[in-house]
């Protein structure tokens, strides 16, 4: 069944970049759109931003552009969400989701990859 | 940015009982484009309906959807003990895409 398995664990300083993968499996990479979703300790969720795989096309959330970026191999079926300048409160998991191709809803999602950020 | 407002925040029931969860939008949701998530602790959310009212695949039928323009419910008929989790609703309508603040259901 479809799969999306996202990166280890991180612990960065503030001021860092971060740069979470998540590798997907069991259906074509390039027919569906990965969005990137993170959740703060305790907190709600927030969605970030969205890349199309098949050609590259962003979009990401207002809040977080300028510090973010998404990308997507398509030779390895791995997309990538790098955040920079690094905060105290990005401190989350972070989560990787399959955007479904009627709308931006989330057929399915990584395992999350937990980022903290601490001096 | 489109806010959605989830009540109540907690709902404490018991199996085999009657589930209503609301969320509520600051503005109407186009084409009821909204969908709701389970997430029980230390997992990834699991999608559980979408466009209001439509399960997802796999999704029991005891999980239904109901609403549009401003106001949305997801009613579990009879709860299960893999039922107790958070809740939580999400507008597609218009970009940002954002989540109300979820709904802890949890046991009696």
């Known amino acids: 069944q479809v799969q999306l398995v996202q990166s280890g664990p991180e612990v960065k300083k503030p001021g860092a970049s971060v740069k979470v993968s998540c590798m997907a499996s069991d259906y074509t990479f390039t027919n569906y759109g990965i969005s990137w979703v993170r959740q703060a300790p305790g907190q709600g969720l927030e969605w970030m931003g969205w890349?199309?795989?098949?050609?590259?096309?962003?979009k990401y959330a207002e809040k977080f552009q300028g510090r973010v970026t998404m990308t997507t191999d398509t030779s390895t079926s791995t997309a990538y969400m790098e955040l920079g300048s690094l905060r105290s409160d990005d401190t989350a998991v972070y989560f990787c989701?399959?955007?479904?191709?009627?709308?931006?809803?989330?057929?399915?999602w990584g395992q999350g990859t937990l980022v903290s950020v601490s001096s | 940015e489109i806010v959605l407002t989830q009540s109540p925040g907690t709902l404490s029931l018991s199996p085999g009982e009657r589930a209503t969860l609301s969320c509520r939008a600051s503005?109407?949701?186009?084409?009821?484009?909204l969908a709701w998530y389970q997430q029980k602790p230390g997992q990834a959310p699991r999608l559980l309906l979408y466009g209001a009212s439509t399960r997802a695949p796999a999704i029991p039928d005891r999980f239904s959807g109901s609403g549009s323009g401003t106001d949305f419910t997801l009613t579990i008929s009879r709860l299960e003990p893999e039922d107790f989790a958070v809740y939580y609703c999400?507008?597609?309508?218009?970009?940002?895409?954002?989540f109300g603040q979820g709904t802890n259901l949890e046991i009696k």
């Open positions: 999400q507008q597609y309508g218009g970009s940002p895409y954002t």
């Open positions: 890349i199309s795989p098949y050609n590259g096309n962003r």
């Open positions: 989701a399959r955007t479904s191709f009627w709308g931006f809803y989330f057929e399915y």
């Open positions: 503005q109407s949701v186009t084409s009821s484009f």
